[in-house]
């Protein structure tokens, strides 16, 4: 059986115009998506982890019909991708772009009504289908004011509410708790739990680890437009185990940190700047091999240890092992 | 699969339609409420243009001001006026409305929902046509009274005339709606110039021959330009000298073409835009 979602070889190019001065451009291809291949099963509660710029939104946008894909072809809820996009619409539940799409003008609670206008709910239903999502998402003190007096977190809470409005069976959310504080992003995150147990399969894009981590069932790391690995976070962290995982930080000179990257079995060397450097160094060899190479390294290289530690695998640790980069520190704190 | 057993509900055909654009003009009137200035304002402004126009057509009377006027120059002005009130508000209102969305990030949204596409865009000057509907009967009121009753003469014809215009100027509206996902802000800027040529060559305030010879080869381009003749010629009953451009059946026959022809062609090019935008990923950029 086909799963919820089953994309096979999805390829994305876009073509933009580059300006050379005032009259002359020039057409550039830009390679968002390489070929996805995935299959999310019925129930499952699915991240898209990857950092800015990895093609998560363009795979999002393609398979909820606003954007045709190059090449390659999709399933979603048992439709064929561009065969019987209507139906697609019917069944899916988007979050994209936060807080743009909804109309400033009108309330959360006109907002709610009219979108399930859309999605055909008659008018009785689509009445008590916002109620319900105002009393759900803890919007009932604002729900009746303009969107335009929102802060942006609550925007994002309406926006979230306007993907639940159909009752679909799949949702796909892009990055739903950007804008969102600690507390508030945490109880959204309850309430996509929630939804998953109650059965709906669950599409989310992050470029936080530790939501990804903590929250899904299955993970595919997406760089560059391409899938580079996928799996349960267990089986993801397992694929490092016959890996050594060491953190080091100090003061380590540029130098240094290619000198390591030189050193046998090293397959991965990511730098972290804040106030001092941390490496992260991922190798083929046991930890007993790698440790005294390393010090001695530094030490030959006139690096000043502060901390040298071997680690358990983190999902970071796999994302740094398959992309070669780490993600950026202000997107960890979450 | 699961996707069965849940209450998602895909309309189909005139269902689909009707229900979109109930919702769609529902959103559309609530907006406007929030903007009472505005709709105050726009209420004033067909006033102004009503008596700004009833004074021209005071001029334009034989007989001069306080006379009793002739009626066919009344009625060449107020059915003009009509006309144009319509036609304008078609023309560039999709498009407007388009654009409006297409800079909240609504279009997408939109784009999203299994709602039918058609009523969506039909949808956006719904409102507006019934509020200037409104408006007209109100200034054929005004402008009858201070000048004198209107001839109006084969109503079922000039209602003809009226829909098939309408519905050609739909057409052109869904046309100038794909310029704009395509042109985006600039759109507005043509729109602006069109809207000045369309005054001038079609000719809605004044008759045809008070335009230069070569202007008037122009107007035997524009099927609008039927439109206009046609309508005016209709209700005042083909005076001697009316219609100007063609014979009525001649233009009769434009007017029915363009009427049934250019709904088709204006959505087809729309829906033509909407797949280059989706295919570079614009819908959402302005
Ligand atoms: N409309 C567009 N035209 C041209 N290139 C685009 C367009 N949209 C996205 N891209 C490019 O495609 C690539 C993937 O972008 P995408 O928005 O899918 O990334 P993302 O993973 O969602 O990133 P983020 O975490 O920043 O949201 C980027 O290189 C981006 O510059
Ligand atoms: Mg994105």
């Known amino acids: ?73 999709a399933w979603i809820n048992g439709h064929e991708l561009t065969q019987a996009d209507n139906a697609i619409r019917a069944t899916t539940g988007c979050m994209l772009m936060g807080e743009r799409g909804l109309y400033w003008k009108l309330t959360a609670r006109e907002n709610l009504v009219f979108f399930g206008a859309l999605y055909h709910l008659d008018p009785a239903a689509r ?28 925007r994002m809470k309406l926006a979230f509410a306007k993907a639940l409005i159909n009752d679909a069976p799949l949702l796909i959310l892009d990055e739903p708790t950007n804008t969102l504080d600690v507390p508030s992003a945490r109880e959204l995150r309850a309430v996509v739990r929630d939804l998953n147990q109650q059965g709906k399969t669950v599409i989310y894009t992050t470029h936080i680890m530790a939501e990804a981590e903590t929250l899904c069932d299955r993970v595919a790391i997406v760089d560059h437009g391409e899938v580079l690995a996928l799996g349960t976070v267990p089986e993801l962290k397992a694929s490092l185990r016959r890996e050594a995982v060491v953190k080091v930080e100090g003061v380590i000179s540029t130098k240094a940190t290619h000198a390591v990257e030189q050193l046998p079995g090293v397959s991965n060397v990511a730098t972290t700047l804040n106030g001092h450097t941390t490496l992260t160094v991922v190798s083929q060899e046991t930890h007993a091999a790698l440790l005294p190479r390393l010090i001695e390294t530094l030490t030959a290289h006139q690096a000043v240890i502060q901390k040298i530690a071997p680690e358990e695998p983190t999902l970071e640790d796999v994302f740094i092992a398959r992309t070669g980069r780490t993600l950026a520190d202000d997107t960890r704190v979450k | 699969m699961t996707s069965q057993t849940l209450p998602q509900r895909l309309l189909t055909g005139p269902a689909a339609f009707l229900s979109t654009l109930a919702a769609m003009a529902q959103k559309e009137i609530m907006i406007m409420l929030r903007y009472p200035v505005e709709f105050v304002a726009s209420f004033g402004q067909v006033f102004l243009i009503v008596v700004v126009l009833t004074l021209a057509g005071l ?25 144009f009130m319509f036609l304008s508000d078609t023309l560039w209102t999709i498009g407007y409305n388009v654009h409006r969305d297409q800079k909240q990030g609504t279009l997408e949204v939109l784009y999203l929902s299994p709602a039918s596409k058609f009523a969506n865009l039909v949808s956006r000057i719904v409102v507006t046509l019934v509020w200037t509907g409104l408006m007209c009967v109100m200034a054929a009121f005004v ?53 000045f040529a369309f005054m001038v060559v079609c000719a809605p305030f004044f008759p045809f021959a008070a335009l230069p010879e070569f202007m008037q080869w122009v107007a035997r381009a524009i099927p609008l330009a039927y439109g206009v003749d046609a309508f005016r010629s209709t209700l005042m009953g083909f005076p001697a000298g009316f219609p100007e451009l063609a014979p009525i059946e001649m233009e009769l026959a434009v007017v029915t073409v363009f009427g049934l022809v250019m709904p088709i062609l204006g959505y087809w090019l729309y829906r033509r835009e909407e797949d280059v935008a989706r295919r570079k990923g614009t819908l959402s950029e302005y």
């Open chain 1, 1 to 73: 059986m086909l799963g919820q979602v089953t994309v096979e070889a999805l390829t994305k190019t876009y073509l933009t115009r580059q300006r050379q001065g005032l009259f002359k451009s020039t057409e550039k291809a830009v390679p968002a998506l390489r070929g996805v291949s995935l299959e999310i099963r019925p129930g499952e509660l699915f991240g898209l982890l990857g950092p800015n710029g990895a093609g998560k939104t363009t795979l999002i946008k393609c398979l909820t019909t606003l954007l045709l894909p190059t090449g390659g072809r």
């Open chain 2, 59 to 83: 001029m334009f009377s034989p007989e001069g001001v306080g006379g009793g006027g002739s009626t066919e120059t009344t009625g060449l002005v107020v059915y003009g006026f009509i006309l």
């Open chain 2, 143 to 195: 402008m009858s009274g201070m000048l004198g009753a209107l001839p109006l003469h084969n109503l079922a014809l000039g209602l003809f005339v009226l829909v098939m215009a309408l519905s050609g100027t739909f057409g052109v509206g869904f046309a100038f709606a794909a310029l704009t996902l395509r042109l985006k802000e600039t759109a507005q800027t043509v729109a602006n110039l069109f809207q």
């Open chain 1, 127 to 154: 009445r008590r289908r916002a109620d319900e999502l105002i009393e759900q998402l803890g919007l009932g003190e604002i729900a009746d004011r303009a969107v335009e007096s929102y802060s942006s977190g609550q």
